[in-house]
């Protein structure tokens, strides 16, 4: 089965009109880490093209406000911050942090008539989850909710006590390519090889069960791939056979739990729009195996940053060929996840345009064939 990308997705091409809905509104994004933003000091961010300033009340409180004063449009991180109201630094304009209301006009006589109070800044929820601090981006101005939103993603974790880790890169792509990169099941023997992994040689043919799931599909529980070094460590390490799920979930998120026995390991994959030509992916793991002995740290802090780097050498060099084409192909069920989301994410602009519920393209259980 052939199917066409090109009606969903940009991918940089100056010849390409831009479409603004690549990016998701509506949902939570991870902005920065918990520990980038720390004491009274501004941070600045930027997500789904939107500049953010970053900070912690008195109170230690994280809150993001739009990085533009409504005043003369200078950024506010340049300002200074007291714990409470935000300062810009250019006409001394003062903004409650978490709301963005303004609390005093400097250059007001008091016989004026402008009530500040009516002025704001935009502003955007934020939560702290798993280490990072989460900003739900409904629109781009930063406008006050009607509702408040869901409550922020948190990563499942099964027991008490856990070690946990996280890795970071930049991606110099747009969010679709990055996404269908990430769930692309095909690319391992060829992007991913070595020793510790896999090779050409191990490859062979897979089949695995999908499931639709609110806002995404999943990949139902089911033995890992025999040829995957690093299960056969864990089940080397916990002397019991493992068994993994692996969840999409719209806007960004894949999700996948590995359990042993007892034993099990929970993660995060995000892949979140910076710019239209900018993406972060930010890993997210908590695992309670062998947590007096490091061995799964020393596998996701050695191993994980040289997949990341693999994975992003290849969308750097693959940038050089969407300059001049920016047509791909999915091909047959290893193509087929990126099909879905393509799928999803036009349900759910769909859905946010006429407020009916979002269709899922899976309908049931659905195996998939492939060889990897």
Same mark, same amino acid.
């Given at each position: 089965?052939?199917?066409?990308?090109?009606?969903?997705?940009?991918?940089?091409?100056?010849?390409?009109?831009?479409?603004?809905?690549?990016?998701? $509104?509506?949902? $939570?994004?991870?902005?920065?880490?918990?520990?980038?933003?720390?004491?009274?000091?501004?941070?600045?961010?930027?997500?789904?093209?939107?500049?953010?300033?970053?900070?912690?009340?008195?109170?230690?409180?994280?809150?993001?406000?739009?990085?533009?004063?409504?005043?003369?449009?200078?950024?506010?991180?340049?300002?200074?911050?007291?714990?409470?109201?935000?300062?810009?630094?250019?006409?001394?304009?003062?903004?409650?942090?978490?709301?963005?209301?303004?609390?005093?006009?400097?250059?007001?006589?008091?016989?004026?008539?402008?009530?500040?109070? *009516?002025?704001?800044?935009?502003?955007?929820?934020?939560?702290?989850?798993?280490?990072?601090?989460?900003?739900?981006?409904?629109?781009?101005?930063? *406008?006050?909710?009607?509702?408040?939103?869901?409550?922020?993603?948190?990563?499942?974790?099964?027991?008490?006590?856990?070690?946990?880790?996280?890795?970071?890169?930049?991606?110099?792509?747009?969010?679709?390519?990055?996404?269908?990169?990430?769930?692309?099941?095909?690319?391992?023997?060829?992007?991913?090889?070595? $020793?510790?992994?896999?090779?050409?040689?191990?490859?062979?043919?897979?089949?695995?069960?999908?499931?639709?799931?609110?806002?995404?599909?999943?990949?139902?529980?089911?033995?890992?791939?025999?040829?995957?070094?690093?299960?056969?460590?864990?089940?080397?390490?916990?002397?019991?056979?493992?068994?993994?799920?692996?969840?999409?979930?719209?806007?960004?998120? *894949?999700?996948?739990?590995?359990?042993?026995?007892?034993?099990?390991?929970?993660?995060?994959?995000?892949?979140?729009?910076?710019?239209?030509?900018?993406?972060?992916?930010?890993?997210?793991?908590?695992?309670?195996?062998?947590?007096?002995?490091?061995?799964?740290?020393?596998?996701?802090?050695?191993?994980?940053?040289?997949?990341?780097?693999?994975?992003?050498?290849?969308?750097?060099?693959?940038?050089?060929?969407?300059?001049?084409?920016?047509?791909?192909?999915?091909?047959?069920?290893?193509?087929?996840?990126? *099909?879905?989301?393509?799928?999803?994410?036009?349900?759910?602009?769909?859905?946010?345009?006429?407020?009916?519920?979002?269709?899922?393209?899976?309908?049931?259980?659905?195996?998939?064939? $492939?060889?990897?």
């Amino acid at each position: 089965m052939y199917y066409d990308t090109t009606l969903f997705m940009t991918a940089g091409n100056p010849t390409t009109k831009n479409r603004s809905d690549e990016m998701l $509104w509506g949902f $939570w994004y991870p902005a920065l880490r918990s520990e980038q933003v720390r004491g009274r000091k501004l941070v600045r961010a930027m997500l789904l093209d939107v500049p953010l300033v970053l900070g912690r009340d008195s109170a230690g409180k994280a809150f993001a406000l739009r990085d533009v004063c409504p005043h003369r449009a200078f950024p506010l991180s340049f300002g200074q911050f007291d714990g409470k109201t935000v300062e810009c630094a250019y006409h001394g304009w003062q903004f409650e942090a978490h709301t963005g209301q303004c609390q005093a006009i400097p250059s007001l006589t008091a016989d004026s008539k402008l009530k500040c109070e *009516r002025i704001y800044a935009g502003s955007f929820p934020c939560e702290e989850r798993d280490g990072y601090i989460w900003c739900f981006m409904n629109n781009p101005e930063g *406008r006050t909710l009607e509702t408040p939103p869901p409550p922020a993603p948190e990563l499942l974790t099964f027991s008490v006590h856990y070690q946990m880790a996280h890795l970071w890169a930049d991606l110099p792509c747009g969010v679709d390519q990055a996404i269908i990169g990430l769930m692309d099941p095909a690319h391992g023997p060829f992007v991913h090889q070595a $020793w510790w992994w896999r090779s050409r040689r191990s490859i062979r043919e897979k089949q695995k069960q999908f499931e639709p799931i609110p806002n995404g599909f999943r990949m139902s529980p089911h033995a890992p791939s025999a040829n995957s070094a690093p299960y056969k460590i864990l089940k080397l390490l916990t002397g019991e056979p493992a068994t993994t799920m692996i969840d999409f979930v719209l806007p960004n998120q *894949r999700f996948e739990q590995i359990r042993a026995g007892r034993y099990w390991l929970s993660s995060r994959t995000t892949v979140t729009p910076i710019r239209s030509d900018l993406c972060r992916l930010d890993f997210c793991a908590a695992w309670n195996i062998l947590t007096w002995f490091p061995v799964v740290s020393f596998i996701i802090h050695v191993f994980g940053p040289r997949f990341i780097r693999q994975d992003t050498e290849v969308i750097e060099k693959q940038a050089l060929g969407l300059k001049y084409e920016d047509r791909m192909m999915l091909v047959d069920d290893a193509d087929r996840q990126a *099909r879905w989301y393509f799928e999803l994410k036009a349900a759910y602009l769909e859905s946010r345009r006429t407020g009916a519920p979002i269709k899922n393209p899976l309908e049931g259980l659905i195996t998939l064939r $492939w060889r990897s």
